[in-house]
């Protein structure tokens, strides 16, 4: 008889683990940040990688976003594979000139001559009261620039398969992830923010979405924190009959376009929920993709919940009227099957 | 003192970068007259050119090496064939042949060369943290080879100047910064920009040495840059190097240049420091009239073969433009 041993991490120990499993097995990879080292990171997304490496690979950086997140770059390019963590995606103010102009550039400037491995990590999302400039997901407007791959994950074991991608990757890979999922002592608890995960490194493919549940009637294509909201709503709806499929993207760049048309095609009816903003962003975006891919085959017209057009608010009713949340989602799903 | 055969191969630095950039001025022309459009002709786009800071190219390149990286600026030819890129693929790339550094993807302004360890930024003093990165690989890396990062004057009041220096010196990397004062940031002097006269002077906010160069003397830039690099190399942490040096052109080809006046544009000719370096060369026996002539014919015949290979190449297919955005 097989005994079906769990090893339970959170997502942040999955995600030090598989930094720490390629520093390893790469002597080229390091990482640099904002308080990554003594204080393994402010979502403990490095934890314990300084104890194991030394300061000379897991460097504690200035408050000086535009030079070290350049300097990636730049030792990229002299044969290092960086990883540089952004605090909160939120501060990309600061830095966006080397991110985008030269990190995301470079090599197709270059005509594919020169590649930039870098990992750029950084914390997304919001719904505990740090407003307007700490809580943005900001995956349109990552997503709309070309040359950089975006990687989203949901639960522990796809964190520490696409940490694993991303470090591999030659390409710079932004590394988003939810301050909701990392299974953090000091945030409102998540039960899937502890799952079991692999001792032995693996990868999760950079492009590909993952049917979290299966379902007949609709499909909700969402990401992130939302697919554990999306998930819980889909418990929900079974009750009363109904059986949503959950797409998580996993990857924003490249989208899986064919995963999202494949599982439209089957259910006929699309709801996409996305902590993003409404408008010119990722929600659209998914939208086009069925209606290029699945129009004839849809029910009804596709249905968007997603973070109004308005900045984060601070109070409490004002940001949760503004996020989507298991009841909306439920709600938006029961009227698309109407 | 640089040997003879430095201060030789100095002036065909310059000689070359000069005679390079005339000759690109005239081809940026083609097409564009009498109306300027500058989309037209075949090197369309902005157009900046170095002419009048050879000097600092020749000076600081002559201490590197081709693993020695190399970041610089909107300006960059000087920089580029000084520290040893293919001229060729240069002129193709500005020409946007399928035969230069980038398929033609780059430009002017985005030049990359695995061979020589080379970029460039088209964003002003965004080109500087790369550099420090670079640095910061070699250190990992144990090796000794260094970064040279060139910036204008207008760079210094951006803050990727003031991250980058503070940085590097932190984690004492080697790096050269390496400013080029040519006074005009496009059509705003320096005094109208800066609270200060010498950014070299700035060098102190960060504990590392800063060496003003007051008169864009090739020898006096190669003997400061000889001592930064040295220092870099031996893991001494990064310098500061400024040179006050001479935009001969406009900011951009098509630049009317109605912000300078008469009197400038005589005394920057008069001053012109390729010609008086060369003088200075001949009159100390360094090299004979014949020698300098023999220098600009090679130059020329180099440049023309350049050329006549960017305008021989065949353009991209069109349709390659949507490859390499990723590896």
Avoid at chain 1, 81 to 96: A, K, N, S
Avoid at chain 1, 206 to 229: N, P, Y
Avoid at chain 2, 71 to 84: E, N, S
Wanted: aromatic share 8%; with cysteine.
């Amino acid at each position: 008889m097989a005994v079906e041993t769990k090893r339970l991490l959170t997502t942040s120990k999955a995600i030090s683990e598989a930094i720490a499993m390629e520093m390893e097995r790469d002597p080229s990879v390091f990482v640099m940040g904002e308080d990554i080292g003594t204080y393994g990171g402010i979502f403990g997304a490095t934890a314990g990688l300084l104890e194991k490496f030394g300061p000379e690979r897991v460097m504690d950086t200035p408050i000086s976003e535009t030079a070290f997140i350049g300097a990636a770059t730049g030792a990229a390019l002299s044969g290092s594979r960086p990883i540089v963590e952004l605090m909160f995606v939120d501060f990309f103010g600061v830095c966006m000139d080397q991110i985008y102009n030269h990190m995301a550039k470079i090599h197709y400037e270059s005509g594919g001559a020169l590649n930039v491995p870098v990992v750029v990590t950084t914390a997304i999302g919001g719904g505990y009261g740090d407003a307007a400039q700490h809580s943005q997901t900001l995956y349109g407007m990552f997503a709309h620039l070309p040359g950089m791959k975006i990687v989203v994950p949901s639960t522990p074991y796809d964190a520490k398969g696409l940490m694993t991608a991303a470090i591999r990757d030659d390409n710079p890979v932004l590394y988003m992830f939810h301050k909701g999922i990392m299974g953090l002592g000091w945030m409102t608890p998540n039960p899937r923010a502890t799952a079991h995960v692999p001792e032995e490194a693996y990868t999760v493919p950079i492009g590909k979405a993952d049917v979290k549940r299966e379902g007949r009637d609709l499909t909700i294509v969402t990401l992130s924190l939302m697919v554990h909201r999306a998930l819980d709503a889909a418990d929900e709806l079974a009750k009363e009959g109904i059986e949503a499929e959950v797409l998580d993207l996993r990857t924003v760049i490249p989208l899986d376009r064919e995963a999202i048309v494949a599982s439209v095609s089957k259910t006929r009816r699309l709801l996409v929920v996305d902590e993003d903003y409404r408008s010119f962003g990722l929600s659209g975006e998914v939208v086009s993709t069925v209606i290029e891919g699945a129009w004839g085959r849809l029910e009804r017209p596709p249905v968007r919940l997603t973070y109004p057009d308005v900045p984060i608010p601070y109070s409490r009713p004002l940001e949760q009227f503004c996020l989507p949340d298991r009841d909306k989602i439920a709600a938006a799903a029961r009227q698309l099957m109407a | 003192m640089p040997s003879n055969e430095t201060l030789r191969e100095m002036h065909h630095q310059m000689v070359r970068i000069r005679l390079f950039e005339e000759t690109i001025q005239k081809a940026y022309f083609e097409g564009k007259t009498p109306a300027f459009d500058i989309a037209a002709g075949p090197v369309p786009g902005e157009m900046h050119l170095a002419a009048g800071q050879e000097p600092v190219a020749a000076g600081v390149c002559a201490h590197l090496r081709s693993t020695d990286a190399v970041t610089a600026t909107h300006r960059p030819h000087h920089v580029a064939l000084a520290h040893g890129m293919d001229m060729k693929r240069l002129a193709a790339e500005i020409f946007g042949k399928d035969t230069g550094l980038g398929h033609g993807k780059g430009g002017h302004m985005h030049l990359f060369d695995a061979a020589t360890n080379f970029g460039c930024s088209g964003i002003i003093a965004e080109g500087m943290p790369t550099a420090v990165g670079h640095a910061l690989a070699f250190k990992k890396q144990d090796r000794d080879d260094i970064a040279v990062s060139f910036f204008g004057e207008g760079a210094a009041n951006q803050g990727a100047f003031h991250e980058s220096l503070n940085l590097a010196a932190l984690w004492k990397l080697g790096v050269v910064f390496v400013c080029e004062d040519n006074a005009w940031a496009i059509s705003v002097p320096k005094e109208k920009s800066t609270a200060i006269a010498n950014n070299s002077d700035r060098a102190a906010a960060y504990g590392i040495p800063g060496v003003l160069i007051p008169d864009n003397d090739p020898v006096a830039i190669y003997e400061a840059a000889g001592e930064a690099v040295a220092r870099a190399r031996r893991g001494g942490g990064p310098s500061l190097i400024e040179v006050k040096t001479d935009r001969l052109f406009g900011h951009f080809e098509g630049d009317p240049q109605l912000y300078r006046s008469k009197q400038e544009f005589a005394l920057i000719k008069e001053r012109d420091a390729l010609r008086v370096y060369e003088r200075r060369l001949i009159d100390t026996g360094v090299m004979t009239s014949q020698d300098a002539q023999a220098t600009w014919d090679r130059a020329r015949a180099e440049i023309g073969e350049a050329i006549e290979f960017a305008r021989s190449s065949p353009y991209p297919e069109p349709a390659s433009a949507l490859l390499h955005v990723f590896a």
